[in-house]
């Protein structure tokens, strides 16, 4: 059964960092795309960071390049998302996703939901001005 557990959303000011985890299980990590989207409110879910072959290729859209970095640890089964220099426009629920067909390049995968089958809960995150 395969799990996505997302954590470490908060409240901070712009500016500042944080940090989100997606904890695996039920499936190799290396064998999936792995990808977080955020949907801020009253808006369509948007892909902004993926990864295929195990976090060797790696996509981030425009909106958080420079910014934000995703990486992977296989061994603990986890995807990060390292959040630097936050803008109140980046508050939004953020969600990982999870798909066994990878795609040749992460750019595919994050175009939209479609493209991932497994999701987590979502984390909140709210950057203040």
């Known amino acids: ?28 990590f290396g064998d999936y795309a792995v990808g977080w989207f955020r949907q801020p409110p009253g808006k369509e879910r948007e892909g902004i960071s993926c990864v295929t072959n195990g976090g060797e290729t790696i996509f981030h859209s425009d909106s958080v390049k420079g910014r934000f970095a995703i990486s992977t640890d296989n061994a603990k089964n986890t995807v990060y998302l390292q959040m630097s220099s936050l803008r109140p426009e980046d508050t939004a629920t953020y969600y990982c996703a999870a798909e066994p067909r990878q795609q040749e390049h992460p750019r595919a995968h994050c175009k939209g939901v479609a493209w991932f089958d497994h999701w987590g809960q979502g984390t909140q995150v709210t950057v203040s001005s």
Do not use: H, I, P, T
Request: glycine share 18%; hydrophobic share 40%; aromatic share 4%.
């Open 1 to 28: 059964d395969v799990q996505l557990q997302a954590s470490g959303g908060g409240l901070v000011q712009a500016g500042e960092s944080l940090r989100l985890a997606c904890k695996a299980s039920g499936f190799n």
